[in-house]
Structures are given as C-alpha cells and as structure tokens.
C-alpha cells in the first residue's frame, strides 16, 4: 500500500513582506473599467498642479486595492516632494528602494507599465478622484455595517452601543469629507 502524500499549501516567497503581497485580484482586474487604475493613469500624466490637488484629496486608504495603494503612496511622495511624478520615476523610485527585486518587483513593474497604459485623460483626474472618494465612502458603510454585525455577535452589551457611536463619528467625518470635496466643485 503506497504512503499518502501529504500536501504542503505553497507559501509567499521568502523575501515577500505584507506589503509586498500583490493579491490576485490585483491582476485579474479590468483596467479599462476601473477608476481607481483610470485615477493613477490620469495622475501619472497630470501636470504639477493637478497632482497636487488630487494628492491632497486622496487618501492611501481610499484605494481599494494595496497595488493601488502602494502605487499611489509613491506618487503622492514624488508629488509632494516637488519632483517629476511620470511612471518612470515611479519605476526609479520603487528601483531605488528596492522594490522592483524579485517576482513581486517585476509584477510591480508590469502593473506600473499597464496603469501607464490605460489611456486615461488628465484632464478629467479631478472627476476619477471624486469617483475613487466617492467608492470608498460607500465601502466605508459596508464596512460599518459588517462591523456592526460582528459587535452584535461578540461585544459585551456594555460595549455595543459607544462601539456604534465610535462608528458612527468615523461615517460622519466620511460624509463631511465627501460634502466638502463636492462643495470644492461647485
């Protein structure tokens, strides 16, 4: 009778750090539908000015995805630094902080290269950053109602109701924020 194999689950990589974790739904995307891809293109192409602004309005976390987010990290520090912001000193700088090594660094490269690609207009990077605030807002509140659930199944009755308000001033803040970008445009 033969021995069983037993099935070991493959692992990240060796050098692989959280952040470095390009997720599969990163590449499984449509990157001709996807504001958050059509933002970064945009801003990649955008003059000085209109990174600025965009970099000011975003927020790391209003980006879905950690590629996204990831990328938009160093654009917005090239934008804030006063230096060319284009996709290939966003490859300089992932090169300089070693960040193109490896597997993960080549799938970062080529996920720079497609964004660079996508053919978004920078004259409308203001209406894809309202889009992408707009997108994080309304995961925000299905975030807040599934930590809701969650509180209700596992908190303490004393807990649950100042756990409702902490959540509560967090959407507040959201709408404010999301009221004061619309009031900008008008």
Do not use: K
Request: hydrophobic residues 45%.
């Amino acid at each position: 009778m033969a021995a069983a194999l037993e099935l070991v689950p493959v692992t990240e990589a060796a050098d692989a750090t959280p952040e470095d974790l390009i997720e599969d739904s990163d590449l499984g995307i449509d990157a001709h539908a996807d504001v958050e891809v059509l933002c970064l293109c945009a801003l990649l192409w955008a003059p000085a000015e209109a990174a600025a602004r965009t970099v000011t309005a975003l927020a790391t976390t209003d980006f879905e995805r950690p590629i996204h987010r990831e990328l938009f990290t160093v654009i917005a520090r090239l934008v804030n630094s006063g230096v060319p912001h284009n996709a290939p000193m966003v490859a300089a700088e992932l090169e300089r902080t070693g960040d193109l090594a490896g597997h993960h660094g080549a799938e970062r490269s080529r996920y720079l290269a497609n964004i660079t690609t996508r053919g978004a207009d920078h004259i409308a990077l203001d209406h894809y950053t309202r889009t992408v605030i707009s997108q994080a807002y309304r995961r925000s509140f299905r975030a807040t109602a599934q930590s809701l659930v969650q509180a209700a199944e596992q908190l303490p009755e004393d807990q649950l109701y100042e756990h409702m308000c902490v959540l509560g001033r967090q959407q507040r803040a959201a709408t404010e924020r999301l009221d004061n970008l619309r009031g900008a445009d008008q």
